[in-house]
């Protein structure tokens, strides 16, 4: 046994590793893409887009390209000036090599070249040949094209395999008219959990790019399949096309959206904003916000700068329309903004981000200029369009009150439920470990599937509550209405987090809320309800990875020997011709109509066991997808559910 003085002398300059040109990026590469899943896999992708973005936003180009191609590659052009090629005066490595190989190297330091640019301030494109197999850039300049090729490769100097080592120099390849960089990479297996770029997911982020950067065209080519899928996309309106695309399935209070710019300079930094308003008949807001092209999924400053400004604006002038009096009690914030669709952009130079990935800003200049901006630019719209202000100011007046309502309804029941489970007692089958790190919340659909899996579960970290069926349309109810539905108090009540404003992580009694139905129409609606709640009032359940969707089987299969009994499960049509292979000849099938056909032991081992069971995470990929397909699927207008179903749908 080594005594405390022998381990000290383990530790000496040996001991310390020195990680080399890119090997941080491999080491730890969610700290530079966010994870290495099929977020951060089309992270890769938005890095060298938003360097292409960057140079049409600041004059340079009109057109940038993103082809799939078949060996699982993909391929990022645009027709700016391209990334300069010429040899570095101290460095004596060209300007390609340097970006592709060095952190920190771009000229997005550098105002005079950009004022504002999304990219990684000279990160991204050295990050995304980090984690590539290999990685090839082509240049078009001054009449010639160069091309470069990097890989996974032996580096002479530090005698190892380096991640993005160049294995050619820059070199001439032809002639051309043309400007403009060619990146095409290949995601490298041994870091992604997939490597399978989503179509979805990269043509709702083309869209929503195409709506932020007006007159510019986005093109999206898939090579993957035999018949090869092309799309352009262009917005003349900008904003106003966007928030036509986010309130498709809402009903808006006013045709017009609001919409205003403007420019200002605060502590020497300059900053453009451009809003774009409407307010619909929802119960929740929904707002959008952009720095510089990149979503800032998490707000920031800009964000509460623009909610501050303009619920100053709406106040005073709440007072001037004599619509409240100096005595009464005034609106709040999230009262005014009950039913607003918002989207925020901002561009400024020098943006500083919480986090590497961009989703919160935190510059203190853009929540003074959005304050400003959002004060001046609303207080001018209320004074001309003093009707419609009218109505959303009594709106407000209206949520306030139903605000004080439902708060006096919750303190009613805090103290009647008190702190302890017993309001909980029959209603939920409440696990005996206090740790909240491992402890599931399963919500299971109907009484005998609860029963079984009350029967089933583990009772030291999982929770079983049943559902008696399908629970409201959240998205088409009062907020008074869904905080008195007699189930999801029981939900809100476990849970233990409140909802909306009210919401905290710290009180969260489950690190995973599953949700549990058959695998059917009634089962996938039961699902969709759910989340919509879920979206609607919780959604840091979402955002936080706390979601999760148990995947029950379709399908037992099984074959009775003499000596034994197999048993394999599938939990697709697909899968169901491998598992009838894996059996055997003379295998039998059982189709599950239900979770209530299940025994206690087949429902553990297939549904509840976390070594065997399938959990599908559910993540917000795109917040304005989301917020888009909740309100599709759910709201109250009919045709654009309809034009979906039809063009998904299988009948």
């Not at 970006?99 to 640019?117: A, I």
């Not at 929904?286 to 303009?310: D, L």
């Not at 103290?415 to 696990?431: D, E, H, M, R, S």
Request: hydrophobic share 35%; charged share 30%.
């Amino acid at each position: 046994m080594i005594n405390e003085i022998d381990k000290s002398s383990l530790y000496d300059v040996t001991a310390l590793t020195s990680l080399e040109k890119l090997e941080p990026v491999r080491i730890r590469p969610g700290m530079y893409i966010g994870s290495t899943g099929l977020k951060g896999l089309h992270h890769c992708i938005w890095e060298i887009l938003d360097n292409a973005i960057d140079e049409i936003s600041n004059g340079y180009g009109d057109t940038a390209t993103i082809i799939l191609n078949k060996d699982k590659s993909v391929t990022i052009k645009d027709n700016g000036r391209g990334i300069p090629t010429g040899i570095h005066p101290i460095k004596k490595k060209s300007g390609v090599e340097m970006v592709f190989t060095e952190l920190h190297t771009g000229s997005k330091f550098d105002n005079s070249v950009y004022k504002t640019s999304g990219g990684l301030h000279g990160v991204g494109a050295s990050v995304v040949n980090a984690l590539s197999n290999w990685l090839e850039v082509t240049v078009r300049q001054d009449g010639h094209i160069y091309r470069q090729r990097f890989e996974m490769a032996y580096d002479k100097s530090l005698k190892r395999e380096m991640p993005g080592t160049p294995v050619t120099s820059l070199k001439i390849v032809g002639k051309t008219k043309e400007t403009g960089t060619e990146v095409t990479f290949m995601p490298d297996k041994d870091v992604f959990s997939t490597i399978e770029f989503k179509f979805d997911i990269i043509d709702e982020r083309l869209q929503e790019l195409a709506f932020q950067n007006k007159g510019i065209k986005l093109k999206f080519i898939d090579n993957r399949k035999e018949e090869v899928l092309e799309k352009v996309y262009h917005s003349e309106r900008g904003l106003l096309d966007f928030i036509d695309y986010l309130n498709e399935s809402k009903t808006v209070l006013h045709s017009e959206a609001i919409l205003f710019e403007g420019e200002r300079e605060v502590n020497n930094i300059k900053l453009y904003g451009e809003v774009c308003v409407q307010f619909t008949d929802s119960t929740t807001d929904y707002i959008a916000s952009y720095v510089n092209n990149i979503p800032t999924t998490e707000s920031g400053t800009h964000e509460t700068g623009f909610k501050t400004g303009m619920t100053r604006a709406f106040k005073e002038w709440a007072k001037k329309l004599n619509l409240i009096k100096e005595k009464d009690k005034e609106f709040e914030g999230d009262d005014l903004r009950e039913g607003m669709t918002a989207i925020i952009r901002i561009k400024l130079t020098n943006p500083i981000f919480e986090g590497q990935t961009k989703t919160k800003l935190g510059n203190n200049e853009a929540y003074a200029m959005m304050n400003d901006l959002a004060y001046t630019k609303f207080s001018e719209w209320i004074e001309d369009n003093k009707d419609i202000a009218s109505s959303i100011i009594n709106n407000a007046l209206d949520a306030a009150a139903r605000r004080e309502k439902i708060k006096k309804i919750n303190d009613a029941e805090k103290k009647k439920i008190g702190k302890g489970t017993a309001p909980l007692a029959g209603k939920i089958a409440v696990c005996t470990l206090k740790n909240t790190s491992f402890s599931e919340f399963i919500v299971v659909e109907g009484d005998s599937a609860g029963g079984s899996a009350k029967q089933a579960r583990d009772r030291r970290f999982q929770t079983i509550m049943p559902s008696k069926g399908k629970i409201m349309n959240t998205e088409k109810q009062k907020l008074e209405n869904v905080l008195s539905s007699e189930e999801l108090k029981i939900f809100n009540t476990a849970i233990g987090t409140g909802v909306l404003d009210n919401y905290k992580e710290k009180d969260l009694k489950y690190n995973k809320i599953i949700i549990l139905s058959d695998a059917d129409v009634d089962g996938y609606h039961i699902r969709t309800l759910w989340m919509t709640y879920i979206y609607r009032y919780m959604r840091s359940l979402i955002s936080n990875g706390h979601l999760y969707i148990a995947l029950p089987p379709l399908y037992k299969v099984y074959k009775q020997s003499k000596s034994k009994e197999t048993v394999k499960y599938a939990y697709s049509d697909e899968e169901l011709e491998k598992v009838k292979k894996e059996v055997g000849k003379g295998c039998l099938i059982q189709r599950y109509k239900g979770l209530g056909e299940m025994n206690p032991d087949q429902l553990w081992e297939t549904t509840l066991n976390p070594e065997t069971r399938t959990l599908q995470k559910i993540t917000i990929e795109d917040a304005s997808k989301a917020e888009k397909m909740v309100s599709l699927l759910m709201g109250d207008i009919v045709e654009p559910r309809k034009n979906y179903m039809y063009k998904y749908a299988e009948f």
